[in-house]
């Protein structure tokens, strides 16, 4: 590897390593702490004609996605920390294989008694992070979530090494009013790409938000974002938001969310700027291990994933449920659109969808049958569509090592 190839690798290890070593202090409390594991060993067929030679034949694929997962709680803290590795084989001619790597790490503990804090880390390295959750039947988590830029260079087979931190503290002013601010940064690294469009870029962001409950259901909150991105190819920009915004818990285990907003941005290369609204809207649901996601937004002035700042456009819907004790369903589709502005020029479109079923066979063994669909319908160079029918057989092992 060369010194630019190694520097993000670097980066994100540090990132996760920093957690750990916040959380060895800890360890001197009582505290419950298991490590998990889990396999999956997945075969099935592929189509996609860029890999194919435009043809319109199958290829066998095959792929191995080995996990562990740590928990450890005590009274006054959480920590929980997780890696993946995805390795993954298309039976074309000549074979075409890829490797991927996703860890995160998140510590939450008390700093006083109106005082919290959260900090966490995240970092992976692959060229298709949506294929990588999807086929082990995954949805990820807040801390993963950035990990998941809306543009994906699957089409190009182009790896994207990408590093997230971020820190939040909450501080209840009242029974009835709390304040939340926190700091976050960033790193996209397209290692050695030639391709303009695929830019590296750091960002840092900063944020802050009043919030004060309305009835034991239902508050309202109104907040302040400033984010700053730096691009290889192109001029740093700086954004920032002030956003309005209502939750409220319709049900014990369902809540809604919605924001509004403004957006302004400004190109530090020529001091142009551009504005727009912001918003969002989302609505879950979990009820011990079933889920339901489903979620609206646009933002204004960040990264999608291809070229510099975008107005991106998104909508996503998950539904994890079991049906009895041996059947699980999971399902995941989204659709984004995203428009350059300022020097971004370039705008893209796409999104993906997959679902499977699986059956329990004994307590940690179990099958799944699935499909998933890739599109992406711009720009036009990327423009690919990837079909795949899929089998799974997951071995997982909840509490392979457990102390107390």
């Known amino acids: 590897m060369t010194r630019n190839e190694v520097m993000p690798w670097i980066g994100g290890i540090l990132g996760v390593v920093y957690l750990l070593l916040l959380y060895c202090p800890l360890l001197s409390a009582q505290r419950v702490s298991s490590l998990g594991s889990t396999i999956d060993v997945v075969g099935g067929l592929d189509k996609n004609p860029r890999v194919l030679g435009g043809s319109n034949q199958h290829a066998n694929s095959y792929s191995i996605y080995p996990a562990l997962s740590f928990n450890s709680q005590g009274a006054q803290s959480q920590f929980s920390a997780t890696y993946a590795f995805g390795w993954n084989r298309l039976a074309a001619q000549p074979p075409v294989d890829s490797n991927s790597h996703i860890a995160s790490a998140n510590l939450q503990r008390p700093l006083s008694s ?56 909450d501080h209840r002013l009242s029974d009835r ?73 319709l049900a014990k285990e369902t809540s809604f969310e919605s924001s509004f907003g403004v957006s302004h941005v400004q190109n530090s290369g020529d001091s142009s700027y551009s504005a727009s609204y912001e918003g969002s809207a989302g609505l879950s649901q979990t009820v011990k291990r079933n889920l339901f996601q489903l979620s609206f937004g646009q933002d204004y002035g960040h990264p999608s994933g291809l070229d510099a700042v975008s107005r991106n456009r998104r909508a996503s819907l998950a539904v994890s449920r ?32 997959a679902a499977n079923v699986g059956f329990l066979l004994t307590q940690r063994l179990s099958l799944q049958f ?35």
């Not at 399902?331 to 300022?342: D, P, Q, T």
Request: charged share 15%; proline share 3%.
């Open 114 to 169: 109106r005082s919290n804090m959260s900090l966490s880390s995240s970092f992976s390295s692959t060229s298709d992070v949506q294929t990588m959750f999807a086929l082990r039947g995954i949805i990820p988590n807040e801390d993963e979530s950035g990990l998941i830029a809306l543009f994906q260079p699957v089409a190009v087979r182009q790896s994207a090494i990408t590093f997230g931190t971020n820190v939040g503290f």
């Open 177 to 249: 009013s709390s304040l939340s601010f926190g700091g976050e940064y960033s790193r996209r690294d397209y290692k050695t790409s030639t391709i303009t469009s695929f830019s590296d870029q750091n960002g840092l962001s900063g944020n802050v938000s009043y919030s004060r409950r309305i009835t034991e259901r239902s508050s309202w909150n109104l907040g302040y974002n400033a984010s700053y991105y730096s691009f290889r190819n192109f001029d740093a920009v700086f954004s920032n938001s002030v956003q309005f915004g209502i939750s409220s818990q």
């Open 322 to 353: 079991e049906l009895g004790q041996r059947v699980n369903v999971f399902a995941n589709a989204n659709v984004f659109e995203s428009k350059g502005i300022l020097d971004s020029k370039v705008g893209s479109r796409g999104g993906g969808a």
């Open 370 to 404: 699935g499909a998933q669909l890739q599109r992406y319908t711009q720009p036009a160079p990327f423009t690919f569509t990837q079909k795949r029918l899929f089998a799974s057989l997951r071995y997982t092992h909840p509490n392979l090592l457990r102390s107390r």
